[in-house]
């Protein structure tokens, strides 16, 4: 009877609490926002000259809406999205914790259409658009393998080596003032060789592609990569392309198709290549083979589930993070304290250039993680998370019902002073803990206090957290060691400014 009793009683509690806690929860339409007009929403105020929202000033536009409306911004698009803004981690966290096992976002739905319709390559929209347990299967398939730290070791040498060879690049192409014009394209190209290694074991040769012809394999993918990701960027304000093949959605279709052809046939020639050889490594220890041969020998992964995977790495792994390492170097020269600091741990352990670089050895630069995290805090790839609720959520005592689109503003609310002293300073010692030789046993004040994780969250957080962390950040570390370890980084002209949307 007591073992029948006790779980009654636990029902009985739980929904008694849950009860009285409804009474006392405020209702979604109280939630403070921009009112929106009848028909159109809030749409008008993205609108040039009427409105008074940037279109690529996404992190601007949010920072207005915490000033004039608080915490937690409810805003109605249209009558079909509404958008609860999120500024305070602990609702942040609130979010985090009642997304469930399989969480969903409303992402690259143009993209989850283009591959639908072509059920001979893709068997699903692949892991940026798919939800729910058709997500849950893809991602389970491969996440351990591309999340393992021993996999990521695999490459540090072969990353290290495509770095020397963009320093070479560097020495060549520096300007009478030994400057760097444009210095980003040079970093598609980079991140774009560092891709082509991890997701089709294969080098490119991107760094040559002043000596490649415009309809080049490799430039034809960069710019397919460019031209899809800014088509997804569109698509995803409008709901046009879903009843006729707009402009826009041609731009994803013909970027999306010279992408399929050019890694169709990496993909070939590397999957013939390991069947001729009799090459059967699914089993084989993680730091012994690529992650290509491991998913190509293992009969549980679907060629289709793996092509899709390739393409959506080359997708995730060109921009963004080109765009980090940028900032990163962009942050160093203008803080040259922390360069100098830097560049210390770096001799220290690395006495020389041709020391190699090892797992073990960036394990010890301390003081480098912490410029990675402080540039992702200031200017990170996405100004927030995203997220659609399965099911009705409790956020800062309101009701949020099933279907709301939720963003945990994190780049706006990194940059608060409650949660970060001197929030706009670019202060890596932030991110080191108070003991040790880096900060001579004393206490950085900017890092004082007890700091929620959820409110830096460059590579989103749980069950959605991106695939590709580990390999960004190991790709993005070795950079800045070999960089910093050659040159002194400065900048000498206006401070540069984030577009994003």
Known sequence: MKRLLRPLLRRTWSSLTISRDNDILKPFDAIPGPKPLPAIGNKWRYLPLIGEYKIHEMDVNSELKLRKYGKVVREVIDKNLTILHVFDPKDMEAVF????????????????????DRPHLYSSGGLFPENGVKWYDLRRKFQQRLMSAASVGYYVGECETITAQLIRYIRDKRDSREEMVDFLNDLYLWALENTGVLALDSRLGCLYADQLS???DVKRLIRAAHETNEAVMRTEMTD?????????YKSLVSAQDTMAEIIDKYLSAKSASQGSSGNNSAGDDHQKTSILSHFLSDPHIDRKDLFAMIVDLFLAGIDTTAFSAGFA????SRNTGAQHRLRQEIDSILPTRDTPLTPELLARMTYLKACVKETMRLTPVAFGVGRVTTSEMTIAGYRVPKGTQIITENQVASRQPEYFPDPKAYVPERWLKMSGSLTGGGVCPAAAGKRSPFLVLPFGYGPRMCIGRRFAEMEIYVFLAKVIQNFRIEMQYEKNKIINS
């Open 214 to 216: 415009d309809d080049s």
């Open 240 to 248: 046009a392309w879903q009843t006729s093949d707009t402009r826009d």
């Open 329 to 332: 170097l962009y942050h160093l």
């Open 97 to 116: 914790r009642q997304e469930g096992r399989y969480p969903c976002r409303r992402s690259h739905r143009a993209l989850l259409k283009y591959r639908a």
